[in-house]
């Protein structure tokens, strides 16, 4: 019985330690892959064009992480940067590009944020809707609308995506067409107008060129004469503060336009946010067995 008992012990110890050391080797196994995907992809992220906002906090990662030590960044273009993911991606090969949200390329292909521990990127931003004091009182079937005027973060990117095809006008009317019922749920109580005119003003950027083609299509519905004035963001925040122009479905918070918000306030009235979720950062695509920046590895 002594014997036994011992014999049994040692099976167990065994067993033990071969588990242990596999584990060991596990984690061995996880960053030896890690270190070859970053190699193989010469610890180089695929940036979009010198000078944007999102190439300059890039660099901000890689002096924060130490992950991202020795590695640099490949700056072109946004096309560019699509055209190799594109590329990437039929290969099933490892990439790590700038991304942003909204953007259609997460309607087209499968990729994913790397999680940000440091916060380098900031956090989530809404697009939000804001309008020129006086608006509610002067025309308040129009303050009503815009105060309703919602997306889904998805919606907007399947839009971005159907826009690589056809002109933004267009496939915001096929929107409208698609979503009857939300629209009748923005204008529920809505009395017609006869002509009313109101400026809207906008960045000439795709997703706020998409939401704002969408409120004038569903104003115009409601009899509203409607005119969209693409502008600088600091001319966009001016321009409503100063009652030139009476809304705008087009300013990002609390980070990307938070200076220019923070110089206007209570000169303006904010309606809340039309779309959530909007975000920068680094992403990957799907199949790649990473989740976070700090699963990259440096370069030796």
Request: aromatic residues 8%; negative net charge; contains cysteine.
């Amino acid at each position: 019985m002594f014997n036994f008992k011992w014999k049994k012990f040692g099976v167990i110890a065994g067993l033990s330690l071969s588990l242990i050391a596999a584990g060991c080797g596990s984690d061995e196994g996880n960053a030896q892959t890690e270190a070859n995907v970053s190699e193989e992809m010469e610890y180089t992220i695929t940036g979009i064009e010198p000078g944007a906002g999102q190439s300059e906090t890039n660099e901000e990662a890689i002096s924060a992480y130490d992950s991202l030590n020795g590695w640099e960044q490949e700056l072109s273009s946004t096309g560019a940067m699509l055209s190799e993911l594109s590329e990437a991606i039929d290969n099933e090969e490892p990439i790590v590009v700038s991304a942003w949200s909204p953007h259609y390329m997460f309607a087209n292909w499968d990729i994913k944020y790397l999680e940000d521990p440091k916060g380098i990127f900031g956090e989530e931003e809404a697009i939000t809707t804001i309008t020129r004091k006086g608006l509610k009182d002067d025309m308040p079937e129009a303050y009503t609308i815009l105060d309703r005027i919602n997306w889904e973060l998805s919606d907007v990117e399947a839009a971005l995506l159907e826009a690589q095809e056809k002109e933004f006008e267009e496939v915001a009317q096929d929107w409208v067409d698609e979503n009857q019922d939300t629209v009748a749920e923005w204008t529920e109580g809505i009395e017609p107008v006869d002509g009313t005119s109101i400026e809207l003003v906008l960045t000439p950027w795709d997703a706020e060129t998409f939401t704002t083609n969408v409120a004038k299509i569903v104003l115009e519905q409601q009899g509203f004469s409607v005119t969209l004035t693409p502008v600088d963001p600091a001319i966009l925040f001016k321009a409503i503060a100063t009652s030139d122009a009476d809304a705008s479905l087009a300013p990002w918070m609390p980070a990307t336009h938070g200076e220019l918000y923070a110089e206007y306030e209570g000169e303006f009235e904010d309606l809340g946010p039309n779309v959530e979720g909007a975000k920068i950062g680094l992403a990957v695509p799907s199949y790649m067995d990473i989740n976070s920046i700090e699963d990259l590895h440096p370069k030796e």
